[in-house]
């Protein structure tokens, strides 16, 4: 005697190609939406980014990821010395400044 009806069982067994694409498509649904609303965007801001840094050059205004807010004196490879204050300078990595000023908006220096 069996548990389960022959008709239940002949339709568990039989599965058509169309089901299973139906299964995943919610899957690649989920990634499609992941891939716009958070990779992409991300992605995008990275390039800025980097654009920002390779255009970096003598004179801009920038602030650095602590919050430093500077004028670039020099220009190296991979390091910026920044002008905090008359006579003071740091020496910060590219990558850690985070955005470039209008021009003029530090006036005490």
């Known amino acids: 005697m069996s548990l ?4 239940f069982a002949e339709t568990a067994s039989t599965s058509s190609p169309m089901s299973n ?3 995943f498509l919610p899957l690649a649904l989920m990634f499609v939406v ?4 958070m990779i992409r965007p991300q992605m995008k801001r990275q390039k800025e980014h980097r654009n ?3 255009a970096i050059t003598k004179g801009d205004e920038v602030i650095t990821s602590g919050g430093i807010l500077g004028r670039v004196v020099k220009v190296g490879e991979n390091f910026v010395n920044v002008e905090i204050t008359e006579n003071v300078e740091i020496n910060v990595q590219k990558s850690a400044i ?3 000023l209008p021009k003029g908006t530090i006036k005490a220096l």
Not at 34 to 37: E, G, K, N, S, T
């Open 34 to 37: 992941l891939y716009f609303v």
């Open 98 to 100: 985070t955005a470039l």
């Open 21 to 23: 694409l139906t299964s």
């Open 4 to 7: 389960i009806s022959n008709a």
């Open 52 to 54: 920002m840094l390779a």
